[in-house]
């Protein structure tokens, strides 16, 4: 076999040393047995080869006495970067004191001290790699055994944990052999020359350092939110989770984390409220109506659910008011999406809203913006962490919580775009988090149960209907107003009627003007009729949208397709209903969202692309 050759600045030139056959059990005429004069004694026939720490521990006793110990390692493959750049003695020294750990350098629980050296043993001794089973469900991130031992895993199938560089480049083993480490996968960095290889080795463990922040990560949202054990002392950490283990979520668990999810947005705003929901304007219809340019119903449409929404602000009297704002007063900008609530002091139907937009006067308009869900700081969701491991119940969760804490700051650092840093977490990654291999589909209906829960937290008993004696005699009524039998009744009719005199007009009650600001203008009709003079509490008819209930308050009966809710619910929103009003709106916002990405019309933000979320793993389709 060729021997390993060692680059250093010894006064020797060099140290040679000889090659370990992979095979346990290799006869003394194998080409391992005539190493150079350096060599140890064969192994004989029946007796096991030296293991690659002991090996290891015997060539750091060969460099104690150079001058200036190696830093890189070089053979047929190429050269090896050692471990923090370092010599090998320094290596050797590192891994003494790793073992001695009850933690171990990459333990992100608090395994058994040999558990711990095993993990540090596997990237800091010379030459070792981890080794993946071809069609495997995904990468494990445990080392339950020594350097090229074998483990049967979930599936009841052998795997090896991982194997020796030293071992794997040996050209002794024979081919036919069927022992478990002829069966390794040779490691990557011994199959390619030095510059692609040492990149796949860093690729190959920034990997792995990814998806044990993930498991830290998910483990401890599930253990701190959800309530599930931790996983025991020593467990393996698959990423991807098991097949069985991305879609176990209910409306109870979701509910659950977006409990969480609203501590966080209080302790992050306060108890009030942040910013405005709407903002009053002026602009000028009457310029645009003269010259036939574009009017302000031009930049507005009916919305689905009985709104009047801004579509466009490119041109028109809303462009003008853009143009007209200050730089620093941003948030009175009129931006697309956003809805009118008033038109010169008429909250009424989308209809009517609009034909007074089309009117040529000056328009006193009242801007709603709807809301959207807040994302949570990572200083927020980094103290959380940081109290949990705190106040931990038991040595176990207070791991695990540590464990979150460390991953998370490690995925802040080293895998969040500095452009999102600021953004925070959204809740969707928080969601992916938790489950992985959650699909567009299955969070719009996350959305969908978070709205309808919070829906019914404001939702108010239906009113019943009037009886039918009450009915006839309402009815009566409008038939002796209705002198003309025009089916309607005019404001006059309220008044007395038309042509009256001046001793009629003074034993009126009420006249036409007032009865027009109260009522408004156009024909009322029976229905409309039956609305304003039956009981409180009660519905006029079976079509009957609003209702008065006796603290004289108005309900109306509200249908929002999105999530398919219909229920009746205060007008005037009260000021204790209006958290949950902004986040209803929100969170429909985000159904309809939702929608358009399953059905292929919009694309996801890079913020809800959780760090966790799992694309391309076998079982999700």
Not at 24 to 32: F, I, L, R, Y
Not at 582 to 600: C, F, H, S
Request: glycine share 8%; with cysteine.
């Amino acid at each position: 076999g060729s021997p390993i050759h060692f680059s250093s600045s010894c006064s020797s030139g060099g140290l040679r040393l000889p090659k370990v056959s992979s095979q346990e059990g290799a006869p003394p005429d194998s080409p391992t047995s005539t190493g150079s004069p350096h060599s140890p004694k064969s192994p004989s026939p029946g007796r096991p080869s030296p293991r690659p720490r002991a090996l290891l521990s015997t060539m750091t006793r060969e460099l104690v006495h150079c001058k200036s110990a190696p830093s890189v390692v070089s053979s047929e493959a190429g050269l090896l970067a050692l471990p923090f750049s370092g010599s090998l003695w320094e290596a050797e020294r590192h891994r003494r004191r790793v073992m001695l750990s009850p933690h171990g350098l990459f333990a992100r629980t608090a395994p058994p001290p040999h558990l711990g050296a095993m993990a540090c043993q596997r990237f800091h001794e010379m030459g070792m790699g981890d080794t993946h089973r071809p069609g495997s469900p995904g990468q494990w991130f445990d080392s339950g055994g020594d350097a090229g031992d074998v483990e049967p895993d979930a599936g009841g199938q052998r795997r090896s944990s991982t194997t020796s560089a030293l071992s794997s480049n040996s050209h002794s083993s024979s081919k036919d052999d069927p022992s478990p480490c002829r069966r390794q996968t040779s490691p990557p960095f011994l199959r390619t020359s030095a510059s692609p290889r040492v990149t796949r080795d860093a690729a190959t463990f920034q990997e792995y350092q990814n998806g044990r922040d993930n498991f830290d990560i998910r483990e401890g949202l599930r253990v701190a939110i959800l309530g599930v054990k931790p996983s025991p002392t020593g467990s393996v950490k698959a990423w991807p989770p098991p097949e069985n283990d991305r879609f176990l979520f209910n409306r109870q668990e979701t509910l659950k984390l977006y409990k969480q999810y609203l501590e966080w947005v209080r302790s992050q705003q306060g108890e009030g409220v942040d910013g405005e929901d709407e903002f009053p304007i002026a602009v000028d219809n009457s310029a645009a109506a003269e010259h036939g340019e574009h009017s302000v119903v031009a930049s507005l449409e009916h919305a689905e659910d009985d709104r009047v929404r801004v579509s466009s602000v490119d041109v028109g009297p809303l462009a003008e008011w853009n143009s007209s704002i200050p730089k620093g007063s941003s948030g009175q900008l009129v931006r697309t999406g956003d809805y009118i609530a008033e038109v010169n002091g008429c909250r009424g139907p989308a209809g009517v809203m609009l034909e007074k937009c089309a009117q040529p006067t000056l328009l006193h308009l009242v801007i709603e913006r709807p809301r959207m869900l807040m994302n949570i700081s990572w200083s927020i969701f980094s103290s959380w962490a940081s109290m949990k491991a705190l106040l931990a119940s038991n040595s176990r969760e207070k791991a695990v919580f540590n464990a979150m804490c460390k991953a998370q700051k490690a995925h802040l650092r080293g895998r969040v775009p500095s452009h999102l840093r600021h953004a925070g977490l959204s809740f969707t990654a928080l969601l992916r988090w938790v489950w992985p291999s959650l699909k567009p589909f299955e969070i719009t209906n996350v959305y969908t149960w978070l709205c309808l829960t919070e829906l019914d937290s404001i939702r108010l008993e239906t009113p019943p209907m009037i009886s039918k004696d009450a009915r006839k005699q309402i009815e009566g009524i409008f038939q002796e107003m209705d002198w003309g039998k025009k089916g309607v009744l005019t404001p006059a009719d309220f008044s007395g009627g038309e042509n009256q005199d001046i001793t009629t007009l003074l034993k009126n009650c009420v006249d036409e003007a007032t009865v027009q600001k109260v009522l408004g203008e156009g024909h009322i009709t029976l229905n409309r009729f039956l609305e304003l003079m039956c009981e409180d509490n009660f519905r006029g008819h079976s079509d009957a949208k609003e209702a008065i209930l006796e603290d004289g308050r108005y309900i109306v009966e509200q249908v929002r397709q999105a999530v398919g809710f219909r229920g009746w619910v205060y007008r005037d929103v009260p000021k204790e209903e209006q958290p949950i009003r902004r986040r209803i709106d929100a969170l429909e916002a985000q159904v309809k969202m939702w929608k358009q990405i399953t059905r292929g019309r919009a694309h996801e933000r890079e913020a809800d692309k959780g760090p966790g979320q799992i694309s391309r793993a076998p079982g999700f389709h």
